[in-house]
T-cell receptor
Framework: DAKTTQPPSMDCAEGRAANLPCNHS???????VYWYRQIHSQGPQYIIH???NNETNEMASLIITEDRKSSTLILPHATLRDTAVYYC?????????????FGTGTLLAVQP | DTAVSQTPKYLVTQMGNDKSIKCEQN?????MYWYKQDSKKFLKIMFS???????INETVPNRFSPKSPDKAHLNLHINSLELGDSAVYFC??????????FGPGTRLTVT
């Protein structure tokens, strides 16, 4: 699975959009981009995933560049409860296994 | 309506003891996992089961033995506990392309 690079930490004002970048320059054509977050002491929470096209769900939007070497997770209106470590993971979806390799992630601190 | 549940939430025990952590998912997923998060907060996969069959075993000491009585349950038994086993253990489940759903975690402290 390809390696990802994320900034260790970011701040965002409450109510503003939080844009979390991720570089995955060695991504392969069949690797998906997944985003998870972990709020202190809780289990990681799935947010969104995509292959080529931009994706949106009730939690966030995922923007993947045309060359697929980087992506941005957008939380449109950050709240204090969005303070968490956000993990960007790229992986091949291969049948029975869904092995996630977590890096160190980005600690997003939403400020009041 | 907890999707992935684990018991117990906290487990404090002495070195050398044997303990088990139970996990159940009600999502109808075929694949279940155990992940370990150490004191430095690194999350690492330990095991993966698909339809009760072991798929992934990530060089975990054989003191750790997962057991899957059916595809909704994956329990983790640990023999001869050591200080280094202290961590948070997360159970998870998934269905192919979709996201992996994690349980709330079990904080194991070995004294």
């Amino acid at each position: 699975d390809a390696k990802t690079t994320q900034p260790p930490s970011m701040d965002c004002a409450e109510g503003r959009a939080a844009n979390l970048p991720c570089n995955h320059s060695t991504i392969s054509g069949n690797e998906y981009v997944y985003w998870y977050r972990q709020i202190h002491s809780q289990g990681p929470q799935y947010i969104i995933h995509g292959l080529k096209n931009n994706e949106t769900n009730e939690m966030a939007s995922l923007i993947i560049t045309e060359d697929r070497k980087s992506s941005t997770l957008i939380l449109p209106h950050a709240t204090l409860r969005d303070t968490a470590v956000y993990y960007c993971i790229v992986r091949v979806v291969s049948g029975a296994t869904n092995k996630l390799i977590f890096g160190t992630g980005t600690l997003l601190a939403v400020q009041p | 309506d907890t999707a992935v549940s684990q018991t117990p939430k906290y487990l404090v025990t002495q070195m050398g003891n044997d303990k088990s952590i139970k996990c159940e998912q009600n999502l109808g997923h075929d694949t279940m996992y155990w992940y370990k998060q150490d004191s430095k907060k690194f999350l690492k996969i330990m095991f993966s089961y698909n339809n009760k069959e072991l798929i992934i075993n990530e060089t975990v000491p054989n003191r750790f033995s997962p057991k899957s009585p059916d595809k909704a349950h994956l329990n983790l038994h640990i023999n001869s506990l050591e200080l280094g086993d202290s961590a948070v253990y997360f159970c998870a489940s998934s269905q192919e392309v979709g996201g992996v759903h994690f349980g709330p975690g079990t904080r194991l402290t070995v004294t």
